[in-house]
């Protein structure tokens, strides 16, 4: 079992900066890659970010040069840096756990969401 504990969603102003956080905890053995999706409403879950074990990233092309994801490998945990947010950017955002756990070998885990709402 693996447990995600996800936390930075908020309200903020069209040009403000938000930070998302996701600490991943429980019987891991690796982790391969971690990431943030988002979903609007009426709209499909999408990538926002991710990042691998050796720390290549991955961006949507409309966050990139606003948003920076990064992790921590000794914490298990991931960031993803909200700069110049725009309304565009409302949604639930999902962050994402892909690696070996013990059991139950590779797998994938979602956290519960985050809401991130950019309005004036």
């Known amino acids: 079992q693996v447990q995600l504990v996800e936390s930075g969603g908020g309200l903020v102003q069209p040009g403000g900066s938000l930070r998302l956080s996701c600490a991943a905890s429980?019987?891991?053995?690796?982790?391969?890659?971690m990431g943030w999706y988002r979903q609007a409403p009426g709209k499909q879950r999408e990538l926002v970010a991710s990042i691998g074990r050796g720390g290549s990233t991955n961006y949507a092309d409309s966050v990139k040069g606003r948003f920076t994801i990064s992790g921590d490998n000794a914490k298990n945990t991931v960031y993803l840096q909200m700069n110049s947010l725009k309304p565009e950017d409302t949604a639930v955002y999902y962050c994402?756990?892909?690696?070996?756990?013990?059991?139950?070998?590779?797998?994938?885990?979602w956290g519960q969401g985050n809401q991130v709402t950019v309005s004036s």
């Open positions: 429980g019987n891991i053995f690796s982790i391969y890659a």
């Open positions: 994402k756990f892909e690696g070996v756990v013990a059991g139950l070998g590779r797998t994938n885990y």
